[in-house]
């Protein structure tokens, strides 16, 4: 018998399967089990002697996120080398989402495998810890995301000042009604570029190139509208104004301006590398709007709110499925109807149809 590894270009090779968003959040989520190993083990994830003993260590990472107040801690910081102080959340205060830890135990298979591990997110200890994490989870429905449906998006808007020397307001308002009337994810609306954008007589042509379930890169192009009826929530006009305004024509869309309403385009960490809004600063972005705009239980808004709830609010208007994941990106009609939130059952009686 001959035992072959993966060499280190093949390795590498992996590494790039996945797209920019995923990896950087594998990595962060490396990173930060790399400490708690440290921390409560003393050693390092690579050091374990067996299998069992990579699945032991994973399933008591998984329970201190879940269970631990020390975890909260993590949710406001990141390890990634120069971007240290940029995740710094004051909205802290609750526990780490089933979901969230879904995806770190996904980081922690991938870079067990990466590493020639052959882990098993199935494995049974695993499987139970994860399947008790959620189960505890959907006991307790007050930590689900808060959805913003149209007349939320509306009182938003409306509460934004309208003076174009104020370059904040200008962002926030296309940041908004981009993210609410494109159904994109919050890594699709942050990664959106100039060059993704074609302008044509009904509106946007917006290029998504990644996404999370399009890690080949297949892409898929969505539309933003002109609302000729309706100019003040027109996601065209507002994000064409911030263009004109902020003289975009390269890189991404949405940066951070500084106290001296100068905008940033970029800046630049220990690699050298662009970033633009981070995934905290788009949530503290939506969060204060909505405080501002006087609209209940701010503190369950979170990145998803727009997307949850333009997909609920096109459930209620009406909007066949397919439609609906033509534009969002999904590949199923159970992900839609797991997405949707109807908190509005008077306006999708079904007594009213018949």
Wanted: aromatic share 8%; net charge positive; with cysteine.
């Amino acid at each position: 018998m001959v035992k072959i590894l993966l060499n280190e270009n093949v390795k590498k090779l992996k590494e790039k399967s996945k797209a920019k968003n995923t990896k950087d959040k594998y990595q962060g989520d490396w990173l930060k089990f790399i400490d708690y190993c440290k921390n409560k083990h003393s050693c390092s994830p690579l050091d374990v002697d067996d299998l069992e003993s990579a699945y032991a260590l994973t399933c008591n990472y998984l329970d201190w996120l879940h269970e631990d107040p020390e975890a909260k801690i993590l949710k406001g910081t990141s390890n990634i080398p120069g971007r240290e102080k940029i995740n710094n959340n004051p909205y802290s205060s609750s526990s780490y989402k089933s979901s969230t830890i879904q995806r770190i135990l996904a980081s922690i298979t991938y870079k067990y495998r990466v590493n020639g591990f052959q882990f098993d997110r199935k494995n049974n200890n695993v499987a139970d810890t994860i399947g008790a994490i959620v189960r505890d989870q959907k006991n307790n429905k007050s930590g689900q995301a808060k959805e913003l449906l149209r007349k939320d998006i509306e009182l938003i808007i409306d509460t934004i000042p309208e003076k174009s020397d104020d370059y904040k307001n200008i962002r926030d308002k296309a940041l908004i009604l981009v993210g609410y009337f494109s159904f994109c994810r919050r890594s699709e609306l942050l990664g959106m570029k100039y060059e993704h954008l074609t302008f044509d007589n009904d509106g946007i042509q917006i290029l998504i190139p990644f996404s999370k379930t399009d890690q080949k890169g297949e892409g898929r192009v969505i539309l933003l509208q002109k609302r000729d009826d309706s100019p003040k929530y027109c996601p065209v006009r507002a994000l064409n104004e911030w263009l004109e305004i902020s003289m975009i024509n390269s890189g991404p869309l949405f940066y951070r301006i500084d106290k001296s309403n100068s905008i940033i385009k970029y800046e630049l960490n220990q690699n050298n590398k662009k970033i633009s809004l981070t995934d905290t600063s788009f949530v503290l972005i939506l969060k204060k709007r909505a405080q501002n705009a006087r609209l209940n239980d701010c503190h369950k808004i979170s990145g998803h709110s727009l997307r949850i709830g333009s997909i609920t609010q096109a459930r209620i208007n009406g909007v066949p499925t397919h439609e609906i994941m033509k534009m969002s990106g999904h590949k199923t009609e159970q992900m839609i109807n797991r997405y949707t939130k109807i908190t509005d059952i008077k306006s999708i009686s079904v007594g009213k149809k018949i």
